[in-house]
């Protein structure tokens, strides 16, 4: 299976500014996705990054608030931008590996805005 | 919408005993399904995979898959403090990704 290495692995931020994450997998992959989990819940889709294409967002989260690059078929960043107090959650990445692999998650990076 | 609903707990159980997780869904084109174990701090780590009915076995693990009832379950035997976690559903279809539930924490009480 894939192994990601994500990074920060965590962070303490001032509202108001921004913090990007980076993802780096090990192998091309076509597609990534990034997911929040805030405090005791459990993951959230925030949107699916294509390589070459606009990434796919869920219901609730908008490109002007999480914007994500794909620059290539093993990298990946999300921007949380603007950040909140609520924005503090954990936040991941993942890539599909197959049905018997399933999908693999990178370590996570554990925002604290303040 | 898709849905996959877990019990959140906390599931106790001994040292030992069978730990029985369960898990349902609501989309019918899920074709594959995971469990997940996820230790407080730490990022999911998958424990079991399944997309065909039936059981699958792997060590202490068991995974089962009914389509029909649109129904998932883990089977942990000879459970373990160690097996103490939050464990994650999740169903996908093909490349989409994975809906999680709620998840569900088990406390093996020695």
């Known amino acids: 299976s894939a192994v990601i290495s994500q990074k920060p692995s965590r962070d303490i931020c001032q509202r108001g500014t921004s913090l990007t994450i980076q993802c780096q997998v090990d192998?091309?992959?076509?597609?990534m996705f990034w997911y929040r989990q805030q405090p005791g819940q459990s993951l959230t889709l925030i949107a699916t990054a294509n390589q070459g294409s606009e990434a796919t967002y869920e219901s609730g989260f908008v490109i002007d608030k999480f914007p994500i690059s794909r620059p290539n078929l093993t990298f990946s960043t999300l921007t949380v931008s603007n950040l909140s107090p609520e924005d503090s959650s954990i936040y991941l990445c993942s890539v599909g590996t197959g049905l018997e692999y399933g999908y693999t998650f990178g370590s996570g990076t554990r925002l604290t805005v303040v | 919408q898709k849905e996959v609903e877990q019990n959140s707990g906390p599931l106790s159980v001994p040292e030992g005993a069978i730990a029985s997780l369960n898990c349902t869904y609501s989309?019918?084109?899920?074709?594959?399904f995971f469990w997940y174990r996820q230790y407080s701090g730490k990022s999911p780590e998958l424990i079991m995979s399944i997309y065909s009915n039936g059981d699958k076995e792997d060590g202490r693990f068991t995974a089962q898959l009914n389509k029909a009832s649109q129904y998932v379950s883990l089977l942990i035997r000879d459970s373990q403090p160690s097996d103490s976690a939050t464990y994650l559903c999740?169903?996908?279809?093909?490349?989409?990704?994975?809906?999680f539930g709620k998840g569900t924490r088990l406390s093996v009480i020695a």
């Open positions: 192998s091309q992959v076509t597609m």
């Open positions: 999740a169903g996908a279809s093909g490349n989409t990704p994975l809906v």
């Open positions: 989309d019918r084109g899920s074709q594959s």
